[in-house]
Nanobody, 121 residues
Framework: QVQLVESGGGLVQPGGSLRLSCAASGSIFSINAMGWYRQAPGKERELVAGISSSGITNYADSVKGRFTISRDNAKNTVYLQMNSLKPEDTAVYYC???????????????WGQGTQVTVSS
């Protein structure tokens, strides 16, 4: 059993900052790519940022220069530092990870439960 648990969402004013965390737990042998997605009401889920096991990152154009993704492999945790937040960043943010399960000898993709981020004055 593997779980991804997000934390750090909330209400923030435009221009403010938030830091999201996502910790993976369970029967984990290895984690490859990790990422953050978001879904606003009435819109499709979209990739916000991703990070490989070696630390290579990629970002959606809409968040480049404002958001930073990082990970702590020892803690099986990925972070998303969000600065200069805008109302259009309002969405439910989901953590995603590719995890190797030793007992199954296979890779599986997991999602967190989501955390709400609301940017409003």
């Amino acid at each position: 059993q593997v779980q991804l648990v997000e934390s750090g969402g909330g209400l923030v004013q435009p221009g403010g900052s938030l830091r999201l965390s996502c910790a993976a737990s369970g029967s984990i042998f290895s984690i490859n790519a990790m990422g953050w997605y978001r879904q606003a009401p009435g819109k499709e889920r979209e990739l916000v940022a991703g990070i490989s096991s070696s630390g290579i990152t990629n970002y959606a154009d809409s968040v480049k220069g404002r958001f930073t993704i990082s990970r702590d492999n020892a803690k099986n945790t990925v972070y998303l530092q969000m600065n200069s937040l805008k109302p259009e960043d309002t969405a439910v943010y989901y953590c995603n990870a590719d995890i190797f399960i030793a007992v199954q000898v296979s890779w599986h993709n997991y999602w967190g439960q989501g955390t709400q981020v609301t940017v409003s004055s």
